[in-house]
């Protein structure tokens, strides 16, 4: 009878043993999945050169009786500029718009948008309503030029130093707290 009971009860330790395994990996699996901040993720590309990409400018796009230009690689030459992945189905785009046109004001920087995979006519509806903060504001309405960059997803924002090289990315949407690391690194790009 103890033979029967032990055989019994390794069965039972078969069987449960992988859903004990499966539950503990579960539970785990979204413990680390609460914990994590995409915005502080780190990028491959920081340290180096950012991509040489020309994109062609958002057309019909006028600021101060003048066409916007499209993504030029020279105007990162010998300035600190911002890069902002954007587009106007993008919620949190929105959301980041004010801290954007805040950072335009800044003379230390210039400010450049890449509109990500979006109708012309949607992305200059979005800028109108709000606000072009940016200089320049290339196309990559296919999507190539911001793998280049490697990007996550919309938004995401690049701090390219003097040299060309990014310092700095933000993933996710600019907010106060975002803000605030964004300004420091600023300091750091514009002193280097």
């Known amino acids: 009878m103890n033979a029967d009971i032990s055989v019994s009860a390794r069965r039972r330790l078969v069987v449960l043993m992988p859903l004990l395994i499966f539950a503990a990996l579960t539970a785990l699996f979204f413990f680390r999945l609460g914990t994590g901040d995409p915005s502080r993720l780190p990028s491959a590309l920081i340290g180096k050169p950012a991509p040489a990409l020309a994109l062609p400018p958002l057309e019909g796009l006028v600021s101060e009786g003048k066409s916007v230009p499209g993504l030029d690689p020279a105007a990162f030459s010998g300035r600190v500029t911002l890069v902002n992945i954007w587009a106007s189905w993008c919620v949190p785009c929105r959301d980041e718009h004010p801290y954007l046109t805040k950072l335009a004001g800044d003379r230390r920087l210039t400010l450049v948008g890449i509109n990500y995979k979006d109708a012309p006519e949607n992305a200059r509806r979005f800028l109108g309503r ?11 309405q296919g999507g190539r030029a911001t793998i280049e960059w490697g990007v996550y997803g ?3 924002t690049f701090l390219v130093g003097r040299d060309g090289k990014i310092a700095y990315k933000q993933v996710g949407p600019i907010d106060e707290q975002a803000l605030a690391r964004l300004m420091a690194e600023i300091e750091k790009a514009a002193a280097g």
């Open 154 to 156: 919309v938004p995401e």
């Open 130 to 140: 709000f606000g072009n903060p940016f200089a320049a504001v290339g196309v990559d």
